[in-house]
Every structure is written in structure tokens, then in C-alpha cells.
């Protein structure tokens, strides 16, 4: 009895040791750009800005004469943004410009206020189809909208305070909202890291999007656009004082832990 109890709890240690093997070796491929255990693909190292640049091609750059695209900065281990000078924003592109149909998984801790969003097959000059992160009253989280492509779109709801994110009314959408306007002040958790999660397939464009794991929004565009077949990936800082009065050179939208997964 003594010796399998010897030989069980030698084999534990040793399941546990591999275990933690292949998690760490998990962790490396994805730290190192290979696809982890589900496929996905870090895109963001949360030290440098390295595979990605700003781009001042956006008409949110206008403020500037489109000499500058909007503050962007890693720090504590986000990409963080915000205008640069009043009324100024932009873009943060991947360099790589040959996604087609793909998932991609973010973390937001934003502040209430900034009009901000996840562009998917875009260009330099911003125009995409876009997974809405309008965090201000008024905007909306997850719909969809043609950013630069005929503003085409929907959302299933909309902020509705301008000071608390937990508020929201119901707006009518070919795709319901999953969660009554009461359930989602729990649902969702302002000053945490919530993950947001987008797919865009075909074309015409089938996009999907996710809130913390729930399906918030599915839509099919109406159209063929061949110069959107594929494209980066971005993140926006809107010019202008759309979202707000007040300066908003002093909030901020921050983005880590994001990841790809090439699906054709």
C-alpha cells in the first residue's frame, strides 16, 4: 500500500509539473506571436507600439491639418489614447493590412466619455467597418457602423447618462438586445477590464460581436465592397468634441491583452 501511494503521489507531482509546462509553453507561443491552445494570435506585445503606427489620414485629424493622429502611448501594459490637442484624434493601425476574416479579442477599461472604436479591415485613411465602442451618453458598445463607407449600421442600444455607463435605453435592431436595459447595469463593470470580441467574414461582411462572452449584435452588410475584402486592424480616438463637452485631451481609452485568430 505504502509503495502505490509513493508511485500515485510521484505521478501527481509529475502531471503536475507537466501541466505547468504546457501552460508556460502556452503562454511563451502566444507571448512569441504563435497561436494559443484556441488559436488566437497576440497582436500587442504591452510594451511597444511594435506592429502597429498612428495614422493622421482620418478625418479626425483635421484639427491638426492631419499632421498628427491623437496621443498614443503603452502604459501599464495598455495601449492608451486620447486627443492630442483639442478636437484632434485618430487611428492606431496594424501594419499588417491583409486580414480578412478573422476574430479579434480586446480588453477596454476606457473613460466615460472619449468616442472611441474597433475598426476591422481598415485602411490608413480609416475607413472600415467598425465595432462600436462610443463610451459616452448617447453612444453604444458592439453595434456596427460603416465608418467611412456610407455610415450604414445598427445598434440594439444606446447610453443614456452622461455620467453613468450602467443606464442604457433599448433601440430596436435586427438583432435584439440580449439582456434587459436593469440587467446590464450589473452586467456590465465601468472602471474594470471588460473584454469586447469581433468577427467580420465574407463579403458582403457578416460581422459578430461579443461582450464579455455574449453575443451582442449579428449583422450582414447589404453590399459587395471589394476594397474591403481586407484591411488592418485599428483603434479610434474621434476628433471633434463628439462624446462631450469639456477637454477631452484629458480622458483616455486604454486596449490590452489583444489577440487574432485568422480564420481562413
Known amino acids: 500500500m505504502l509503495r502505490y501511494l509513493v ?18 509553453a502556452s503562454q511563451d507561443r502566444t507571448a512569441k506571436g504563435k497561436a494559443d ?14 506592429g502597429w503606427h498612428v495614422s493622421a489620414k482620418t ?20 495601449i492608451t489614447g486620447s486627443q492630442d490637442i483639442p478636437g484632434n484624434g485618430g487611428i492606431v493601425i496594424t501594419d499588417k493590412q491583409d486580414y480578412r476574416n478573422f476574430e479579434v479579442v480586446l480588453e477596454m477599461r476606457n473613460d466615460f466619455g472619449p468616442d472611441s472604436g474597433l475598426f476591422l479591415r481598415s485602411n490608413d485613411q480609416g475607413q472600415a467597418f467598425q465595432a462600436m465602442i462610443d463610451y459616452h ?9 460603416g ?20 443606464k442604457i435605453k433599448e433601440n430596436e435592431s435586427p438583432f435584439k ?8 447595469a450589473k452586467f456590465w463593470k465601468h472602471g474594470e477590464w471588460n473584454e469586447l470580441k469581433a468577427r467580420i467574414e465574407g463579403n458582403p461582411a457578416k460581422i459578430t460581436t461579443w461582450i464579455k462572452g455574449v453575443k451582442f449584435m449579428e ?12 484591411g488592418g486592424i485599428a483603434l479610434q480616438v474621434h476628433g471633434g468634441t463628439y462624446g462631450g463637452p469639456g477637454d477631452l485631451t484629458k480622458l483616455q481609452v486604454r486596449y490590452r491583452n489583444i489577440r487574432v485568430k485568422v480564420l481562413d
Open 59 to 78: 478625418g479626425h485629424s483635421r484639427a491638426s491639418k492631419n499632421k498628427s493622429g491623437g496621443n498614443w502611448k503603452v502604459e501599464g501594459g495598455a
Open 137 to 145: 451618453s448617447g453612444g453604444n458598445l458592439m453595434g456596427v457602423y
Open 147 to 166: 465608418e467611412g463607407l456610407g455610415g450604414f449600421g445598427t445598434r440594439n442600444f444606446t447610453f443614456t447618462d452622461p455620467k453613468d455607463p450602467g
Open 177 to 184: 438586445l440580449p439582456m434587459t436595459p436593469a440587467a446590464w
Open 37 to 50: 491552445d484556441r488559436g488566437y494570435v497576440s497582436i500587442f506585445d504591452g510594451k511597444t507600439l511594435k
Open 7 to 24: 508511485v500515485t503521489a510521484g505521478a501527481a507531482v509529475l502531471a503536475a509539473l507537466l501541466l505547468g509546462t504546457v501552460s508556460s
Open 219 to 230: 449583422w450582414t452588410d447589404t453590399a459587395m465592397r471589394p476594397r474591403h475584402d481586407r
